[in-house]
Nanobody, 125 residues
Framework: VQLVESGGGLVQPGGSLRLSCAASGFSFNTFMMAWVRQAPGKGLEWVSEINNDGTHTSYVDSVKGRFTISRDNAKNTLYLQMNSLRPEDTAVYYC???????????????????WGQGTQVTVSS
C-alpha cells in the first residue's frame, strides 16, 4: 500500500486549498476512504469520509459546509477541497482507507499500516 498526499501549504484565513491523495497497492475503488489530520501536540482527528463509489460523504462538524471530499476511482485519487480555511484547520493531513490496520476499534490509528508522509496545511495571516 502506498498513499501519497499533496497540495498543502501556507494560506491566509479565508483561503482555499485542494489536497490530493494518490493511492496504490490496493483495490482503491472497493474501499471507503478518509481524511484525518493531526495538529501540533494533539491526537489524530477524523475529518471526512467517502464511500467507495463516491455517493455518500460525511464530515466532522467543524468542517461541514467548508470542506468537500471527492474521489476519482479511474485515477486512484482522493481529494479534499478546503474553503474558508481557519487557523484551527492547521495540521498535517493524511488519507487512509477505512480498513485495518488503519481503522481499528472504530478509530483511525497511525500505529500500524503504511501511512503516507502527510501534507502540511498552515492557516495564518
Amino acid at each position: 500500500v502506498q498513499l501519497v498526499e499533496s497540495g498543502g501549504g501556507l494560506v491566509q484565513p479565508g483561503g482555499s486549498l485542494r489536497l490530493s491523495c494518490a493511492a496504490s497497492g490496493f483495490s482503491f475503488n472497493t474501499f471507503m476512504m478518509a481524511w484525518v489530520r493531526q495538529a501540533p501536540g494533539k491526537g489524530l482527528e477524523w475529518v471526512s469520509e467517502i464511500n467507495n463509489d463516491g455517493t455518500h460523504t460525511s464530515y466532522v462538524d467543524s468542517v461541514k459546509g467548508r470542506f468537500t471530499i471527492s474521489r476519482d476511482n479511474a485515477k486512484n485519487t482522493l481529494y479534499l477541497q478546503m474553503n474558508s480555511l481557519r487557523p484551527e484547520d492547521t495540521a498535517v493531513y493524511y488519507c487512509a482507507p477505512r480498513v485495518a490496520p488503519y481503522f481499528i476499534n472504530n478509530e483511525y490509528r497511525r500505529d500500524f499500516g503504511s501511512w503516507g508522509q502527510g501534507t502540511q496545511v498552515t492557516v495564518s495571516s
